[in-house]
């Protein structure tokens, strides 16, 4: 489990790339998050929850397997790219994000980068459309491994939007990529949570007869809708 608050930023030193076994990477630049480090300890490499294999005061290496190669953006890195790094957190930590798993939902690409004032704004969409039902104005969702907090969302058009603040853009790698490159994006795990205690509540109340995996709950909302329509008519 982690936070979503970056501690520092990493480099990729090297790579070994099998298409059987997935891809091996070391991260250099990492002294500030390893004096406490212990084989096996989780990591979170651009919002990747890793295991390291090996490590050294300066750097640690991590095994990719090729399930994660596929569903997240580690898989085009290259020697000397920068990744978000943040250690699994601990009893002392202080939750200064949200609840962040390390499990990438899907990738997005950046769609737009516009100032506004001393912040930056991104807009991303997801390759995988479905997400956006987790994301929510104001709400959380976890960019590369970093916590943002959702300033705009178009469920028709797909996409949303996130603001970096100038601390911010010194402090995460999105800040430097451009338009057309992609992120990893882990949405909130709670909007999970919630819906499926949502559906099991409703499909329980309807006997099965209406799962909501095939649109159950959005008739029965069409339903109650109709008929407060239909009341405030005949009155």
Same mark, same amino acid.
């Given at each position: 489990?982690?936070?979503?608050?970056?501690?520092?930023?990493?480099?990729?030193?090297?790579?070994?790339?099998?298409?059987?076994?997935?891809?091996?990477?070391?991260?250099?630049?990492?002294?500030?998050?390893?004096?406490?480090?212990?084989?096996?300890?989780?990591?979170?490499?651009?919002?990747?929850?890793?295991?390291?294999?090996?490590?050294?005061? &300066?750097?640690?290496?991590?095994?990719?397997?090729?399930?994660?190669?596929?569903?997240?953006?580690?898989? &085009?890195?290259?020697?000397?790219?920068?990744?978000?790094?943040?250690?699994?957190?601990?009893? &002392?930590?202080?939750?200064?994000?949200?609840?962040?798993?390390?499990?990438?939902?899907?990738?997005?690409?950046?769609?737009?980068?516009?100032?506004?004032?001393?912040?930056?704004?991104?807009?991303?969409?997801?390759?995988?459309?479905?997400?956006?039902?987790?994301?929510?104005?104001?709400?959380?969702?976890?960019?590369?491994?970093?916590?943002?907090?959702?300033?705009?969302?178009?469920?028709?058009?797909?996409?949303?939007?996130?603001?970096?603040?100038?601390?911010?853009?010194?402090?995460?790698?999105?800040?430097? *990529?451009?338009?057309?490159?992609?992120?990893?994006?882990?949405?909130?795990?709670?909007? *999970?949570?919630?819906? *499926?205690?949502?559906?099991?509540?409703?499909?329980? *109340?309807?006997?099965?007869?209406?799962?909501?995996?095939?649109?159950?709950?959005?008739?029965?909302?069409?339903?109650?809708?109709?008929?407060?329509?239909?009341?405030?008519?005949?009155?």
């Amino acid at each position: 489990m982690f936070t979503g608050i970056v501690e520092t930023i990493g480099a990729v030193s090297a790579l070994e790339s099998n298409p059987d076994t997935g891809t091996t990477l070391t991260i250099s630049s990492a002294d500030a998050i390893l004096g406490d480090v212990n084989l096996g300890d989780s990591i979170s490499v651009n919002g990747t929850c890793l295991t390291i294999t090996t490590f050294t005061p &300066s750097t640690f290496t991590v095994g990719v397997a090729p399930e994660t190669l596929r569903r997240t953006n580690l898989g &085009s890195l290259q020697v000397g790219a920068s990744v978000n790094l943040e250690r699994a957190v601990s009893a &002392s930590t202080r939750m200064g994000g949200h609840f962040v798993q390390g499990h990438v939902d899907t990738t997005a690409a950046i769609a737009e980068i516009r100032p506004d004032g001393e912040a930056v704004v991104f807009r991303f969409e997801p390759r995988e459309k479905k997400v956006l039902r987790y994301v929510v104005e104001k709400g959380y969702v976890c960019i590369d491994g970093a916590s943002l907090t959702v300033t705009a969302v178009d469920d028709a058009q797909g996409w949303w939007e996130v603001m970096l603040v100038a601390y911010t853009q010194g402090k995460v790698v999105t800040a430097a *990529k451009k338009v057309g490159e992609e992120v990893n994006v882990e949405v909130d795990l709670v909007g *999970k949570y919630v819906e *499926k205690s949502v559906e099991g509540y409703f499909e329980e *109340k309807r006997g099965g007869e209406e799962g909501l995996g095939a649109g159950g709950l959005e008739r029965l909302v069409e339903r109650i809708v109709d008929r407060r329509l239909g009341n405030r008519t005949n009155a």
